[in-house]
């Protein structure tokens, strides 16, 4: 079944509303160097993070400067999984060697050196970015791209961007990708989620669906 991740929680009902709609992972952005209304000081991030049950993926969203930075916020945060934007393959690694967190890998969909990832990270976020790497833009990119990634990649990708109660049953149809990630998809307000939304949105993600061959 298709995993699904809510991402850019910041308050105790919307968190609640997305494990109890069976989200199988839920996202904190947290030390990101953009405007978003979604950033979290590390102990808030932590405060939410200790409240995500068992079964469910906490993810810590950042954009540290080193992956020493980005190991010590995990350290302090204490995610289940990291996930980077704006990182080289060989950052990725780096971090990966100084964490237990899994590492996810939030990457611009049009890149084309996606496949250098595929080893040091757990998973790809394939996103649509905006011109410093960040993510939570609301906009879908190409998924008959998307779906030639998900088949070539031997890791599992979640597919990011722009993604909607409206849009992801088609999205998962299409780029048949291992899990879906939504934000502003899920939003009634920067930062503030529409629980409603959230539901209907892992429903669609996770409908049973006819195989055609
Ligand atoms: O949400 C942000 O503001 C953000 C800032 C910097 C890096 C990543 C960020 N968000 C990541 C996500 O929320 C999701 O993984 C993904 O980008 C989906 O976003 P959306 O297109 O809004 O559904």
Not at 9 to 30: K, Q, S
Not at 101 to 120: H, K, M, S
Not at 139 to 163: F, I, N, S, Y
């Amino acid at each position: 079944m298709t995993r699904t991740k809510i991402c850019g929680l910041t308050r105790e009902d919307d968190l609640d509303a997305a494990v109890a709609a069976g989200a199988d992972m839920v996202g904190f952005v947290c030390g990101v160097p953009i405007e978003t209304p979604r950033e979290l000081a590390p102990d808030r991030a932590a405060t939410l993070g200790e409240r995500v049950p068992e079964g469910v993926t906490s993810v810590l969203v950042t954009m540290p400067e080193t992956p020493e930075a980005g190991a010590a916020l995990a350290e302090r945060v204490d995610p289940d999984a990291i996930q980077v934007h704006d990182y080289s393959p060989d950052e990725v690694a780096a971090l990966a060697d100084r964490t237990d967190a899994r590492v996810l890998a939030g990457v611009d969909a049009a890149d084309d050196d996606l496949e250098q990832y595929a080893n040091p990270a757990d998973a790809l976020v394939l996103d649509s970015t905006d011109e410093q790497g960040a993510g939570g833009t609301g906009e879908t990119h190409d998924w008959e791209r998307a779906r030639a990634v998900v088949a070539d990649l031997d890791v599992p990708v979640l597919l990011a961007g722009g993604l909607t109660p409206e849009n992801v049953a088609e999205a998962v149809r299409t780029v048949e990708p291992f899990g879906v990630d939504v934000s502003s998809g899920t939003e009634r307000a920067g930062g503030v989620k529409d629980h409603a939304a959230i539901q209907q949105f892992v429903e669609r993600a996770t409908a049973p669906r006819t195989v055609t061959t």
